[in-house]
C-alpha cells in the first residue's frame, strides 16, 4: 500500500497554489469533503485505532473521503462498512466541522459527522488502515483521540442532554 501521507505532509494545499486551476488535471484546488460516523449502542461509541498516518496510534471514529458519484449519506455508510465490517441501518447528520486547524497536517477537509445505528458485523475489516475496532463506554474514552472526533463525542453527548 502505498502511503500518500508524505505527499500530503509535503503539499498539504496540494501542488499547485489554494484557489488555483490545475494545468494538469483541470480541477480547482478546494477543500475536500470527508465523513465521520458516530455510532453508538448500549452507551458505547465505535472507534477506530489507526494503523497510518495521519495520527497513527490514535483512536478516530470511522470514516474518511466522500468518492465520486457518492452521496455524503453513501460515504458514511461505506467507510463504516470498510473499515469495521458492520451494516449501518440509518445515518443522521449531527454537524458539519470546517475548522481550518481540524487536520494537524494542513490538509483542511471538511468534515459531514453522522450519527448511526449500526447493524450486523461480517467479521471483516479494514487490516492496512485500522489496527483495531472497540466500543468504549460514553464516559471512559481513550486519551490519544484523532482529529477533532473529541469535540464531535462531546458535541453528541451535549445534543442528547437536550
Known amino acids: 500500500m502505498t502511503n500518500h501521507h508524505d505527499?500530503?505532509?509535503?503539499h498539504p494545499v496540494g501542488a499547485i497554489p489554494k484557489g488555483s486551476w490545475c494545468e494538469h488535471c483541470k480541477r480547482f484546488n478546494v477543500r475536500n469533503s470527508t465523513t465521520t460516523v458516530i455510532g453508538i449502542k448500549n452507551n458505547k461509541v465505535l472507534m477506530v485505532l489507526r494503523k497510518t498516518d495521519p495520527?497513527?496510534?490514535f483512536w478516530s471514529f470511522p470514516g474518511g473521503y466522500v468518492s465520486w458519484d457518492e452521496t455524503i449519506e453513501q460515504s458514511a455508510?461505506?467507510?463504516?462498512?470498510?473499515e469495521?465490517?458492520?451494516s449501518v441501518k440509518s445515518v443522521s447528520l449531527q454537524g458539519v466541522y470546517s475548522d481550518p486547524?481540524?487536520?494537524?497536517?494542513g490538509r483542511q477537509n471538511i468534515d459531514h459527522c453522522f450519527i448511526a445505528e449500526f447493524g450486523d458485523r461480517d467479521g471483516t475489516r479494514d487490516k492496512l488502515e485500522i489496527a483495531d475496532i472497540k466500543w468504549f463506554d460514553l464516559d471512559s474514552l481513550p486519551d490519544k483521540i484523532?482529529?477533532?472526533h473529541r469535540t464531535?463525542?462531546?458535541d453528541y453527548k451535549k445534543n442528547i442532554k437536550q
Open 7 to 10: 505527499d500530503w505532509v509535503a
Open 55 to 57: 495520527q497513527k496510534g
Open 77 to 82: 455508510i461505506r467507510e463504516v462498512k470498510e
Open 84 to 86: 469495521t465490517g458492520y
Open 101 to 105: 486547524k481540524r487536520d494537524l497536517d
Open 146 to 148: 484523532a482529529f477533532d
Open 152 to 154: 464531535m463525542i462531546e
